[in-house]
């Protein structure tokens, strides 16, 4: 099992940035492919990015252009970098591993606790 710890998360402008890190531990981090997923209040959780190996990444259209997904295998942690942030993107954002990659959450099987994101407008 492998232990996933969120951060970076926070308040911010419409139009501003955040980059949320995702730190990994407890099982081989290159080997498995990590992804981003969010709750916004009412809403299901809902894929954000994901990326597989150091090179392979993908995201929901939603967020395509704007976030970017990277990984440094030598300090078991995964970025997501986020970029003309709207008030749509307003959640909490949740790190996931999983050995294969997939953009459902029935692909993932372990999970942070999840790092809020305000965006405000």
């Known amino acids: 099992q492998v232990q996933l710890v969120e951060s970076g998360g926070g308040l911010v402008q419409a139009g501003g940035s955040l980059r949320l890190s995702c730190a990994a531990s407890?099982?081989?981090?290159?080997?498995?492919?990590m992804g981003w997923f969010r709750k916004a209040p009412g809403k299901d959780r809902e894929f954000v990015a994901a990326?597989?190996?150091?090179?392979?990444?993908y995201y929901a259209d939603s967020v395509k252009g704007r976030f970017t997904l990277s990984r440094d295998n030598a300090k078991n942690t995964v970025y997501l970098q986020m970029n003309s942030l709207k008030p749509e993107d307003t959640a909490v954002y949740y790190c996931?591993?999983?050995?294969?990659?997939?953009?459902?959450?029935?692909?993932?099987?372990?999970w942070g606790q999840g790092t809020q994101v305000t965006v405000s407008s």
């Open positions: 407890g099982r081989t981090f290159s080997s498995y492919a």
């Open positions: 990326i597989r190996w150091s090179t392979i990444t």
């Open positions: 996931a591993s999983s050995p294969r990659g997939g953009t459902r959450r029935d692909d993932y099987s372990d």
